[in-house]
C-alpha cells in the first residue's frame, strides 16, 4: 500500500531563481523500526530559513501557482550563485523537526499506531514523514503535537552547550541574543545545574522577560553601560566560554574583549601578549549574515569557531545524546517547553507577506507550521 501527501520544496534553477512549492510525495508502508506519521506541527527555526530561502533577495518575493498549489519565487543574486552550484536543480525538503500521530508501523512497532512522537530528521513541512524510531520520542499520553514539536533543535542546542562547557573545562557561559525559545530553555536549565550564565539581550523588556524566569545576569547591549555590565557579570560567574548566535557584526569581538579585561585585572605583572586565559567563542548562528568583525585587544589566547547542533551530536558519546533526550522528555512541559506568536498552515506559510514575516526572526516571534484548519 502506498501513502500520498505533500512537501514543502525549495529549489534553484539555473538561471538564479529560487521557487518553494509543494510536491506531491508517495510513501511506502512503514518496514521494520519504521513509523509514517500524519505531521500536525512543525517549527520554523533560523536553521531551516537557511535551506527554504538560502541567499535569496527577500525583496524580490512573488507569489505565483494557484490557490491549491501556491508557490513562491525569488531572485538569487549573481554574487551568491557560485555558492549554491551543488544544490542548483534540487528539490530540497524543508523543516528539520516536527511532532504528529503514528498512523503507520513497521511489523515491530504496531504498538505505536496512535501515539503522539517527535521527530527530527529533515523534511518536515509535510502532511506525511515515513521515518526511523531512533529519531523520535514517544510522547507520553495527552501531550499535544504542538508540545512535542520543538522537542529537538532547540532543547539539545542548549543542552549541548552545557555537555561542551563540561567537556572543555569551561564553568560559565555567555549566551547571545539570550531572550529567544532557546535562550529561555538555557536560563531554566543553568538555573536548576547551578551554572554561571550571563545573558545578552536587547531590551529592557527582555531584561524583565529573562529575570522573571530566573536569571541573574542579564545585560542589556541597548544600554550605554553595557560593556561595563557585560565585564562585571563576566568577573562574577568567569566566563570563559560564549555562544554567539548573531554570528555578524562585533558581538563575537565585545565578548572576548570583556573576557580578557576581567583576566587582565587578574594579572600580576603586564604582558604584551595578554592573559594567558582561554576565551572561546562559538557562533552558532547567523541572525547577521554581515561580516564577522573583530577587534583584537584580547590578547593571544582565544579561540573562535563554528558550532552546529548536528556535529555536536555526532561527536559526542552516545550515553551522554541519550541522556539530554530522556531530560527533554521528561521536561518537556517546563524546562523544554516552546511557545509560538503564529501558527499557518502548509499553503499559508507560502504567502508573500508571511514568509517575510518570519524571515525577519525576530525575537520573542515564533512560528509553528500546522496540519490543515478544521
Request: charged letters at 20%.
Amino acid at each position: 500500500m502506498t501513502h500520498h501527501g505533500q512537501e514543502l520544496r525549495s529549489t534553484i534553477t539555473p538561471d538564479g531563481t529560487l521557487r518553494v512549492h509543494l510536491e506531491p510525495v508517495t510513501h511506502p508502508d512503514p518496514g521494520p523500526g519504521q513509523l509514517l506519521v500524519r505531521i500536525e506541527a512543525a517549527p520554523i527555526n533560523p536553521s531551516d530559513l537557511g535551506l527554504l530561502f538560502g541567499p535569496a533577495d527577500m525583496d524580490s518575493l512573488a507569489a505565483g501557482g494557484t490557490p491549491d498549489a501556491p508557490v513562491l519565487t525569488a531572485t538569487v543574486p549573481p554574487a551568491a550563485m557560485p555558492a549554491m552550484k551543488a544544490r542548483i536543480g534540487q528539490s530540497l525538503p524543508v523543516g528539520n523537526e516536527g511532532a504528529g500521530t503514528v498512523i503507520a508501523a513497521g511489523p515491530d512497532l504496531s504498538h505505536l499506531v496512535g501515539k503522539r512522537v517527535a521527530m527530527i530528521g529533515g523534511a518536515m513541512y509535510a502532511d506525511l514523514r515515513l521515518i526511523g524510531l531512533e529519531a523520535c520520542i514517544v510522547l507520553p499520553d495527552g501531550a499535544t503535537a504542538e508540545q512535542g514539536a520543538s522537542l529537538f533543535v532547540n532543547p539539545l542546542t542548549a543542552l549541548g552547550f552545557v555537555e561542551t562547557m563540561r567537556a572543555e573545562g569551561h564553568s560559565a557561559i555567555v549566551h547571545a541574543p539570550a531572550a529567544s525559545n532557546l535562550g529561555q530553555m538555557l536560563v531554566r536549565i543553568c538555573k536548576d545545574d547551578g551554572i554561571g550564565l550571563v545573558n545578552i539581550v536587547r531590551s529592557q523588556d527582555q531584561v524583565r522577560l529573562l529575570r522573571d524566569l530566573g536569571a541573574v545576569h542579564v545585560v542589556d547591549s541597548s544600554s550605554d553601560s553595557f560593556r561595563a555590565d557585560l565585564e562585571q557579570a563576566i568577573e562574577v560567574t568567569g566566563a570563559t566560554l560564549a555562544f554567539d548566535a548573531i554570528g555578524g557584526g562585533e558581538m563575537t569581538s565585545t565578548i572576548l574583549n570583556a573576557m580578557e579585561a576581567v583576566a587582565a585585572r587578574k594579572m600580576d605583572s603586564y604582558d604584551r601578549y595578554g592573559s594567558d586565559v582561554m576565551k572561546q567563542v562559538y557562533v552558532y548562528g547567523a541572525l547577521d549574515t554581515g561580516p564577522t568583525v573583530l577587534r583584537r585587544g584580547f590578547g593571544f589566547s582565544w579561540r573562535i569557531g563554528g558550532w552546529l547542533l548536528f556535529h555536536m551530536l555526532r561527536r559526542t558519546d552516545t550515553a551522554i545524546t541519550q541522556r539530554m533526550r530522556e531530560r527533554v522528555a521528561a521536561e518537556m512541559t517546563t524546562t523544554f517547553a516552546s511557545h509560538y506568536s503564529e501558527r499557518l498552515t502548509l499553503r499559508e506559510a507560502l504567502s508573500p507577506d508571511a514568509a517575510r514575516a518570519y524571515v525577519r526572526k525576530a525575537t520573542g516571534a515564533k512560528y509553528l507550521i500546522t496540519g490543515p484548519r478544521p
